[in-house]
């Protein structure tokens, strides 16, 4: 999968949202995902959420935090916790 250009990823955060779930609102909020999902075709699917995977993992480990228990990258070795 290619990079996304500056462009992109500007264009893709104009158009993001948030969603609030509140107490009791989970099993409608659980169908809106599901339907949200199923409007997208699998292989984009998969190309989309393994991006947001590694965009996860890149900020995780680029502030250092622990898997079980073990640091998983240290930004700057000489700091050690």
Not at 1 to 11: F, K, P, S, V
């Amino acid at each position: 999968m290619a990079e996304l250009t500056a462009e992109e990823r500007r264009r893709a955060r104009a158009a993001a949202t948030v969603k609030i779930i509140r107490p009791g609102e989970e099993a409608a909020a659980a169908l809106e995902d599901a339907r949200y999902w199923e409007r997208i075709p699998l292989d984009k699917r998969a190309e989309f959420v393994w991006q947001l995977s590694v965009e996860v993992f890149s900020l995780a480990t680029s502030r250092g935090l622990r898997v079980k228990g073990e640091p998983i990258f240290q930004a700057n070795p000489a700091r050690r916790p």
